[in-house]
Nanobody, 126 residues
Framework: QVQLVESGGGSVQAGGSLRLSCAVS????????MGWFRQAPGKEREGVAA???????SYADSAKGRFTISKDGAKNSLYLQMNNLQPEDTAMYYC????????????????????WGQGTQVTVSS
């Protein structure tokens, strides 16, 4: 069982930055993918960024050039650096992990991951 706990959300003005963190209880076992998702009120959960066990990364078009996903095995943590935030980035952000052996692609769509954190709110004002 993988447990995920997000932190780092908050309120910022447009153009600002936030760094989300996700503490992972079972980081190294299974060679699994990890990812960040978000869900705004009235909208479906969508993938933002994903990282494979091999370190390869992928981003939603809305995140490219502004967001960076990274991981630190020594700290059992996943991160999402978000720059130039805009009001449309306002959402609940979730950390997710794939099941054992899951490729990066499994963490790019909401139906893929097997484990979810509780979420952290990001609010961007104009």
């Amino acid at each position: 069982q993988v447990q995920l706990v997000e932190s780092g959300g908050g309120s910022v003005q447009a153009g600002g930055s936030l760094r989300l963190s996700c503490a992972v209880s079972d980081y190294r076992s299974g060679g699994r993918c990890m990812g960040w998702f978000r869900q705004a009120p009235g909208k479906e959960r969508e993938g933002v960024a994903a990282i494979g066990a091999d370190g390869s990364t992928s981003y939603a078009d809305s995140a490219k050039g502004r967001f960076t996903i990274s991981k630190d095995g020594a700290k059992n943590s996943l991160y999402l650096q978000m720059n130039n935030l805009q009001p449309e980035d306002t959402a609940m952000y979730y950390c997710a992990a794939g099941r054992r052996g899951a490729p990066r692609q499994a963490c790019e769509v909401a139906a893929g991951p097997g484990y979810w954190g509780q979420g952290t709110q990001v609010t961007v004002s104009s």
